[in-house]
């Protein structure tokens, strides 16, 4: 059995995340009272009680979406396989590092909250969009995308599941483009933060020197990176990958697959709710040989 943990990055919030764990161990209210502590302000009570729109805000989804996944790890660890791989969908790669052992906890609230202050900052100074896209083939949205200035693919989240970001006009006018190339569904986000595209150059900018102070060191486990799908584990790597995934495409399709290349057959989702798992089942639908065991940790399992 070859296994991989997985950590769950924007998208996966709602009001009450974490919380049959942290009713059910001390180790899990211990992580979120930290992350309260060290943030100065009681981010478990907005994850417990919210509201949505306070807690969606990217300054405080962002910690909150790590805490959940650490508080859940933590309060789950003793009954976890020791993972052979760590992979994390854009935020979620903080979370996986932190599981990894190259990044401190509380360092990492610091990177979180910064990254989505400076996203923040950036998406007010030049908004943009966002949009999903079904039914197309990687190749068609990037060369469609790649015909209309200003517009790229952010996520490739599955067969026939992409995101693409950018500037809101371009993203309108390459939605129009991709109906007519017959996407069977198209969904603008009702976000004007450009994740994974050119307009957050500045905030990747000023979040290198944050990156650059941390104290990040070498991985315990591989992480599989985002930009690449490849393995890495070197502090240099991880701080070159932390760099250029605010900008960069989220290649998650890509690194699944490469999970499974490397005889990956158990992948667990450590955090709020269940969106990676579905992903996973969904790439991995058609593979040789026996189905891979796919378990969400967004409530504690069954004993």
Same mark, same amino acid.
């Given at each position: 059995m070859a296994v991989a943990w997985l950590f769950p990055g924007q998208g996966s919030q709602y009001v009450g995340m974490a919380g049959a764990?942290?009713?059910?161990?001390?180790?899990?209210?211990?992580a979120l009272a930290e992350a309260s502590e060290h943030l100065s302000f009681d981010l478990a009570g907005l994850m417990a009680e919210g509201p949505l729109d306070v807690l969606s805000d990217t300054y405080n989804q962002q910690p909150a979406l790590l805490a959940a996944s650490v508080a859940i790890l933590r309060a789950a660890f003793d009954e976890l396989p020791p993972p052979d791989f760590v992979a994390g969908h854009s935020?979620?790669?903080y979370s996986a590092l932190v599981a990894a052992g190259a990044l401190g906890y509380p360092e990492a609230l610091s990177l979180v909250?910064?990254?989505?202050?400076?996203? &923040? %900052?950036? +998406? *007010?100074?030049?908004?943009?969009?966002?949009?999903?896209i079904l039914g197309l083939e990687d190749a068609q949205v990037e060369t469609i995308c790649g015909t209309i200035a200003g517009v790229q693919v952010a996520n490739y989240n599955a067969s026939g599941q992409v995101v693409i970001s950018g500037e809101r006009a371009a993203v309108e006018t390459a939605v129009l483009a991709l109906k007519d190339a017959g996407a069977k569904r198209t969904v603008i986000l009702p976000i004007t933060i450009?994740?994974?595209?050119?307009?957050?150059?500045?905030?990747?900018?000023a979040l290198a020197l944050a990156i650059d102070r941390a104290g990040i060191v070498d991985a315990n486990t591989p992480l599989i990176a985002n930009l690449s799908a490849q393995p890495i584990r070197s502090a240099t790597e991880l701080r070159h990958e932390l760099r250029g &995934? %605010?900008? +960069? *495409?989220?290649?998650?399709?890509?690194?699944?697959r490469r999970l499974a290349s490397e005889g990956v057959d158990h992948f667990i989702e450590i955090g709020s709710g269940t969106v990676l798992s579905g992903l996973v089942k969904r790439i991995l639908r058609d593979q040789e040989g026996p189905p891979a065991t796919v378990v969400s940790l967004d409530q504690p399992l069954a004993a």
């Amino acid at each position: 059995m070859a296994v991989a943990w997985l950590f769950p990055g924007q998208g996966s919030q709602y009001v009450g995340m974490a919380g049959a764990w942290v009713q059910q161990s001390a180790c899990a209210r211990d992580a979120l009272a930290e992350a309260s502590e060290h943030l100065s302000f009681d981010l478990a009570g907005l994850m417990a009680e919210g509201p949505l729109d306070v807690l969606s805000d990217t300054y405080n989804q962002q910690p909150a979406l790590l805490a959940a996944s650490v508080a859940i790890l933590r309060a789950a660890f003793d009954e976890l396989p020791p993972p052979d791989f760590v992979a994390g969908h854009s935020l979620g790669e903080y979370s996986a590092l932190v599981a990894a052992g190259a990044l401190g906890y509380p360092e990492a609230l610091s990177l979180v909250r910064e990254r989505g202050r400076l996203m &923040q %900052l950036a +998406g *007010s100074a030049a908004p943009g969009g966002m949009a999903a896209i079904l039914g197309l083939e990687d190749a068609q949205v990037e060369t469609i995308c790649g015909t209309i200035a200003g517009v790229q693919v952010a996520n490739y989240n599955a067969s026939g599941q992409v995101v693409i970001s950018g500037e809101r006009a371009a993203v309108e006018t390459a939605v129009l483009a991709l109906k007519d190339a017959g996407a069977k569904r198209t969904v603008i986000l009702p976000i004007t933060i450009a994740a994974h595209s050119f307009l957050m150059a500045p905030a990747a900018a000023a979040l290198a020197l944050a990156i650059d102070r941390a104290g990040i060191v070498d991985a315990n486990t591989p992480l599989i990176a985002n930009l690449s799908a490849q393995p890495i584990r070197s502090a240099t790597e991880l701080r070159h990958e932390l760099r250029g &995934q %605010l900008t +960069g *495409s989220v290649r998650w399709a890509e690194s699944v697959r490469r999970l499974a290349s490397e005889g990956v057959d158990h992948f667990i989702e450590i955090g709020s709710g269940t969106v990676l798992s579905g992903l996973v089942k969904r790439i991995l639908r058609d593979q040789e040989g026996p189905p891979a065991t796919v378990v969400s940790l967004d409530q504690p399992l069954a004993a």
